[in-house]
């Protein structure tokens, strides 16, 4: 094939029989464009006698979309999640030991399943180090509640093996995490009947870890950097628009309509009455 064969009717093509016949969503359906983006914007160097086919793809726009809330867990509901897990047998202390860790550094699930036991470092100083998305490396602090489930999870283990290996040793994939957190998620909502309503996953937890962050005051630029966001801007319109707290602070700042401007001052019968208490 060559570059001309890959025009924007072709692509174009592509997009609506991924929406239409395949079934995905708008965001799928831009995810894919991205990446066809990025061929052709690297295409577009080294063959500039494509240039007006090119040209042609990388003006295809991005479709708009829905955009949500995000889903996060309180500390009632986050307690009730991290319960759940049966730390009398192996599976379960590691799955609690993944829930804990999740919840407090905010890593992704890739990254989590990703770690082996000598990136936990839980002597002075401790932290976790991960290789998170685009190949950026990072190490986000422990504290002292996850440095203890931690301990209990690690016994003797090769320092090379997966820090939450499956029963044969191997990783765990992606979706073995998903259906243990699905499983969990079912004893909570037993004992946290707010949970029934929301849609929990690991990405959940992830989302919960800034947001405790953001609630504690942390700037979002560090919440960015402690979450391997490129961007803080990112951040910001995630998790601010998704922060009722900072918004009840700012319309309390806010005059009520017909209120008149300037301090309070007490007429002088409140005054005379006062005096003498």
């Known amino acids: 094939m060559d570059i001309a064969d890959l025009d924007a ?18 965001r799928t359906r831009n995810n894919r464009l991205a990446a066809i983006h990025s061929l052709f914007s690297y295409a577009a160097l080294r063959h500039p006698e494509h240039a007006a086919t090119i040209q042609r793809v990388l003006a295809i726009p991005a479709k708009r979309c829905d955009r949500n809330l995000v889903t996060w867990l309180p500390e009632t509901e986050l307690d009730a999640l991290l319960a759940a897990p049966d730390r009398t047998t192996w599976a379960g202390r590691r799955d ?5 860790l999740a919840a407090q550094t ?77 499983r969990h998620l079912v004893a909570a909502r037993a004992s946290c009947p707010s949970l029934r309503t929301k849609r929990v996953a690991m990405h959940t937890l992830r989302h919960s870890a800034a947001m405790r962050l953001l609630e504690a005051g942390t700037d979002v630029t560090i919440i960015a950097l402690w979450l391997g966001h490129e961007q803080p801007a990112t951040t910001a319109q995630i998790y601010l628009h998704a922060d009722m707290t900072q918004k009840q602070q700012a319309i309390a700042r806010v005059a009520t309509p017909g209120t008149p401007p300037g301090r309070y001052r007490p007429p002088d019968p409140l005054l005379a009455f006062l005096e003498p208490l």
Do not use: M
């Open 106 to 182: 905010g890593l992704r699930i890739s990254e989590l399943t990703g770690l082996i036991i000598a990136d936990v470092h839980l002597d002075a100083g401790p932290y976790v180090h991960c290789l998170g998305k685009g190949r950026k490396e990072r190490a986000t602090p422990l504290t002292p509640h996850t440095i203890r489930v931690l301990r209990v999870w690690l016994r003797d283990g090769v320092p090379t093996g997966p820090l939450f290996p499956t029963r044969t040793g191997s990783r765990l994939s992606r979706d073995a995490v998903e259906h243990r957190i699905s």
């Open 9 to 26: 009717p072709l692509v174009a093509a592509f997009l609506g029989h991924l929406e239409h016949e395949r079934g995905n969503q708008v």
């Open 96 to 100: 609690h030991a993944i829930l804990v």
